[in-house]
C-alpha cells in the first residue's frame, strides 16, 4: 500500500481502503464485498496475487487430514511452485522449511501444534513485566500459579 499510494490517483488509492484485513483472511472466508476489494487490489499488484494464492495453498495443506509422507509431498511441491514464481518474499520461510521440514511434518502425524506452549510463555513474559521486582522465585510461581489457576479455584461462585 505504501508503494501504490503515491503512484495511484487519490480516488483510486481511497477505494483499496481497509485491504489488509480481507487480504489477511482465508480466502473462504471473505464477504462479497471482500473479494471484490482484493481483486481491485490484485489488479495493480499482480504479484500480490501470486503471493496470496501460495498462501491459500500453503494453509489449504494444513488444512486437510493427510499422512505425513503425502503432507511431504504437498510441501515439496508448493516448494517447487513458489521456486518457479520467482517470488522473493517466501525465500527466509523457504530456507526455514527446508531445515525443519521433517518437524514440520510430524504435525501432519497428530494435528498438535505448540499454541499451548506458545501461549504459556506468553502468560510467563507478561507475568515478568507485572511482577518486576519480586526477587524471591518462590513468590513469582506462586504469582503464575494464581494467574493460571487461581481464577478457577479460588473464585467465589453465587449459586
Known amino acids: 500500500m505504501r508503494r501504490l ?11 483499496l481502503k481497509g485491504v489488509r484485513w480481507p487480504f489477511r483472511k482465508k480466502a473462504v472466508d471473505l464477504e462479497v464485498e471482500e473479494q471484490e476489494l482484493l481483486a481491485r487490489l490484485f489488479t495493480y499488484t499482480p504479484a500480490l496475487q501470486q503471493a496470496y494464492v501460495l498462501r491459500e495453498q500453503l ?3 494444513f488444512d486437510t487430514p493427510l499422512s505425513k509422507d503425502a503432507a511431504l ?12 514464481s520467482e517470488l ?3 525465500d527466509h520461510f523457504l530456507l526455514t522449511l ?4 521433517e518437524e514440520i511434518a510430524n504435525y501432519f502425524l497428530a494435528r498438535h501444534n505448540s499454541g499451548f ?3 504459556l510463555n ?5 507475568l515478568k513485566r507485572r511482577c518486576y521486582g519480586i526477587f524471591n522465585l518462590s513468590h513469582l510461581f506462586q504469582r503464575l500459579f494464581l494467574d493460571l ?3 478457577q479455584r479460588f473464585a467465589h461462585t453465587s449459586a
Open 117 to 119: 506452549v506458545e501461549g
Open 59 to 61: 494453509t489449504s495443506i
Open 98 to 101: 527446508e531445515k525443519w521440514k
Open 73 to 84: 509431498q504437498q510441501l515439496t511441491d508448493w516448494q517447487r511452485r513458489v521456486s518457479a
Open 149 to 151: 489457576e487461581g481464577y
Open 5 to 15: 499510494k503515491p503512484e495511484l490517483p487519490k480516488d483510486d488509492y481511497a477505494k
Open 88 to 90: 522473493t518474499c517466501y
Open 122 to 126: 506468553n502468560k510467563i513474559k507478561v
